[in-house]
Antibody
Framework: QVTLKESGPVLVKPTETLTLTCTVS??????????VSWVRQPPGKALEWLAH???????SYSTSLRSRLTISKDTSKSQVVLTVTNMEPEDTATYFC????????????WGQGILVTVSS | DIQMTQSPSTLSASVGDRVTITCRAS??????LAWYQQKPGKAPKLLIY???TLERGVPSRFSGSGFGTEFTLTISGLQPDDFATYYC?????????FGQGTKLDIK
């Protein structure tokens, strides 16, 4: 059974750095066809893709947020970590960790999401 | 970057209706086009990938079509469970993108 679970702070202050961890099970981050992305969704708004780590460890980032994002994976721990620097109230959102099946390039399994609020 | 624009933003329909949601790309794209359904408080669910291929377990009343810059999701014979928000998603040049969503509500 494939699962992804996000963990991290639910409240951060403006200008702080957010670090979120995605722990996966039911598949290996070494699997050739499996990548992991982070997607966020502000309350009442649309989905926004943030970053992706490919099976080859290649990273990819949203053009608009590239300067603030870092994605990495620890295969031995089955974890993918996202950091977002300089958090602002507009970054308040539910952050989803998502598995990407690279043969179809689709998001086939989603975590439950973690709501992160940015407020002083 | 390729922008994905969905229309309409909101769609009101009745049970049994046939509805179509459109996703337009800012330039001609490949076939890495997928559709998702999202209900309030839940993660999105994959419905269709590679333009028209139905994900396992998705009812056949859902269908996808299109090429180039215009793609559509059609639901034939709306069921109560179908009232939700729908997103298109594209992959190109190692990057993903979503449309802004179409909320389908009950008329």
């Amino acid at each position: 059974q494939v699962t992804l679970k996000e963990s991290g702070p639910v409240l951060v202050k403006p200008t702080e750095t957010l670090t979120l961890t995605c722990t996966v099970s039911g598949f290996s981050l070494r699997t050739a066809r499996m990548g992991v992305s982070w997607v966020r969704q502000p309350p009442g708004k649309a989905l926004e893709w943030l970053a992706h780590v490919f099976p080859t460890d290649t990273e990819s980032y949203s053009t608009s947020l590239r300067s603030r994002l870092t994605i990495s994976k620890d295969t031995s721990k089955s974890q993918v970590v996202l950091t977002v620097t300089n958090m602002e109230p507009e970054d308040t959102a539910t952050y989803f960790c998502v598995r990407a099946e690279m043969s179809t390039v689709t998001f086939d399994y989603w975590g439950q999401g973690i709501l992160v609020t940015v407020s002083s | 970057d390729i922008q994905m624009t969905q229309s309409p933003s909101t769609l009101s329909a009745s049970v049994g209706d046939r509805v179509t949601i459109t996703c337009r790309a800012s330039q001609s794209i490949n076939n890495w086009l997928a559709w998702y359904q999202q209900k309030p408080g839940k993660a999105p669910k994959l419905l269709i990938y590679k333009v028209f291929t139905l994900e396992r377990g998705v009812p056949s009343r859902f269908s996808g079509s299109g090429f180039g810059t215009e793609f559509t999701l059609t639901i034939s014979g709306l069921q109560p469970d179908d009232f939700a928000t729908y997103y298109c998603q594209h992959f190109n040049n190692n990057m993903f993108s979503f449309g802004q969503g179409t909320k389908l509500d009950i008329k």
